[in-house]
């Protein structure tokens, strides 16, 4: 009597796509970031406001893995910590951005010709300034603090979305099953909700993970001149912006916030273009 070898188990389903190290590398952060963000008390247990000025200026060790700044605070408790409102800023700046864009794009994309020209040609124009230019623009005009940083650089990402939303707007628009269901529907309303779109925001997480990193960037440079959040309250940008004249003296202050930024947009990024790659691979026939 012959025994039946059974196969080997797969402990990883066989439809699980194969990602590059360096995407799951770039969710790892992400996570953790997020980890950051919604419980701090679960990586640091020390208070990022505490000062000690007789502990100013003390380089990396195993007490303060990231050094202290001028005051005596401990940076990775600050770096930690400041997650919660980096982030946020970055992620409710592109909510609004998307709000808006979803609008405008939308609107374009069905209005009549009048209508998708001038919006086009507006859309053109404020693309063609830098997303930080315009935020900086706005904000001289509405104050500085969270809201209105959050305003303004959701308002100046808002056209990059209504871009890509009109332009897909207009392909759904065109197709063959929009003509049909014009043809069983005299409702105009069910047609663009109903059918255009739900098909036209098919792109549109891809494009949102790509802005989120330009909107955390963009947070952490107008923090950095003064536009965002005050001291003492820790945040990435304007952590940059209180330590770094103390480069020379004291690297870690700013270089640990600093690449906090860096190591999160480049996260993003690189999750982005992943999910973008892939989008394109499906949309082709």
Do not use: C
Not at 21 to 49: C, E, H
């Amino acid at each position: 009597m012959t025994e039946t070898v059974s196969p080997p188990r797969r402990w990883i389903p066989a439809s699980v796509p194969k990602m590059p190290a360096t995407v799951w590398l770039s969710a790892a952060v992400l996570v953790l970031a997020a980890l950051a963000a919604l419980a701090p008390w679960l990586l640091v247990s020390g208070d990022p406001l505490h000062t000690d000025l007789l502990a100013a200026h003390r380089a990396p060790s195993l007490t303060h893995p990231f050094g202290t700044d001028q005051l005596g605070r401990d940076v990775f408790t600050r770096v930690v910590h400041g997650a919660r409102l980096s982030l946020f800023i970055g992620v409710a700046a592109t909510v609004l951005a998307v709000a808006i864009g979803v609008a405008l794009g939308l609107l374009a994309g069905i209005g009549n010709r009048g209508v998708d020209a001038l919006a086009s040609r507006t859309f053109d124009l404020l693309g063609a300034f830098p997303e930080v230019l315009l935020a900086l623009v706005l904000i001289t005009f509405t104050g500085t603090g969270t809201t209105n940083l959050i305003l303004a650089i959701g308002i100046a990402a808002a056209p990059r979305f209504a871009r890509v939303l009109r332009a897909e707007t207009k392909a759904v628009r065109g197709s063959e099953f929009v003509a049909q269901a014009g043809l069983l529907t005299r409702s105009r309303t069910r047609i663009v909700f109903g059918h255009i779109l739900p098909n036209a925001l098919r792109s549109l997480p891809v494009v949102i993970t790509l802005g989120l990193g330009t909107s955390i960037l963009g947070a952490a440079a107008l923090s950095f001149l003064g536009f965002g959040p005050k001291p003492p309250v820790p945040e990435w940008g304007s952590m940059l912006a209180e330590a770094h004249g103390d480069l020379r003296i004291a690297w870690w202050s700013v270089v640990f916030p600093g690449a906090a930024v860096t190591i999160v947009v480049l996260a993003t990024t690189v999750i982005g273009r992943y999910a973008g790659r892939r989008f394109e691979r499906r949309t082709q026939p």
